[in-house]
C-alpha cells in the first residue's frame, strides 16, 4: 500500500503513520510518525527521483532509461520539484524569538514583547 496516498475511508483526511516494525528481529515502535517529503511522493515519482540522483542528474539517461524525451524529463523533474516544495513550510518570525528564549539569549518579558 502506498502510505503516502492512504485516506480515511470514513472522513477522507490523509492517513497517518503510527507503527514501525524492524522485520528482522520484530521490535516496534508506536506513535505517530511524519513521512519525509520525499516519501509523500508516489511510489512512481519515488522511483524517479531515485533514479535521477542514482546517475548523477543525467537527463541523457533519464530519457533512456524511461524512453522518454528531454521535454518530458525536465517536466517530470518540475512536477516532482513542485510536490516537494509543497511540503516545506517557512519558519514564522516566531519561531526565532522561541529559539532564542530556549538558548537563554532572551528573557521570558523580552521574547513575550517581540511575540506580540
Known amino acids: 500500500m ?7 475511508p470514513d472522513c477522507k483526511q490523509p492517513m497517518k ?23 509523500k511522493l508516489s511510489l512512481d515519482d519515488q522511483a ?4 535521477f540522483l542514482r546517475h548523477h542528474g543525467s537527463l541523457k539517461k533519464m530519457e533512456s532509461l524511461f524512453d522518454i524525451s528531454y521535454p518530458t524529463v525536465k517536466n517530470r523533474l518540475n512536477a516532482i520539484a513542485a510536490a516537494l516544495d509543497k511540503s516545506f513550510e517557512a519558519p514564522t518570525p516566531n519561531v526565532y524569538v522561541l529559539e532564542q528564549l530556549a538558548r537563554g539569549e532572551l528573557t521570558v518579558d523580552e521574547a513575550l514583547e517581540r511575540l506580540s
Open 2 to 8: 502506498d502510505i503516502s496516498k492512504a485516506v480515511c
Open 17 to 39: 503513520l503510527s507503527k514501525a516494525v524492524c522485520p528482522s528481529c520484530g521490535v516496534g515502535m508506536d506513535g505517530e510518525f511524519e513521512l519525509s517529503p520525499l516519501g
Open 48 to 51: 524517479f527521483a531515485i533514479a
